[in-house]
């Protein structure tokens, strides 16, 4: 099983390095959350890490059905990114 995840696509590290920087800005808006813009700033980054790791998890599974759990898991995140981005504006 590890075998199978070994042959990811460098893009997948790619993803999940942009999901860790998501998740260390998240907590930067979430120190300042008192500041205008402070708490949807760490929703809109929450948004970000979560469609970028579950990006990461799609592109380095290596069965279709992987793939497709995944890609259907993105939508956690990608369904608020419009109205957090909306809010942080």
């Known amino acids: ?4 995840w070994s042959a990811a696509s460098p893009y997948a590290v790619v993803h999940g ?3 860790v920087v998501c998740v260390a800005l998240m907590l ?4 300042r959350r ?3 813009g402070g708490a949807q700033f760490a929703g ?3 948004a970000g890490a ?3 790791a579950f990006y990461a998890l799609e592109l380095a599974a290596p069965t279709l059905g992987g793939k497709l ?15 957090m981005w909306y809010l942080f504006a």
């Open 17 to 19: 390095v942009a999901a």
């Open 44 to 46: 809109l980054m929450a």
């Open 28 to 31: 930067l808006g979430l120190r």
């Open 69 to 83: 759990l995944w890609a259907k898991l993105q939508y956690l995140g990608i369904l608020p990114m419009p109205i």
């Open 1 to 4: 099983m590890l075998y199978e």
């Open 50 to 52: 979560v469609w970028a």
């Open 34 to 36: 008192g500041m205008p």
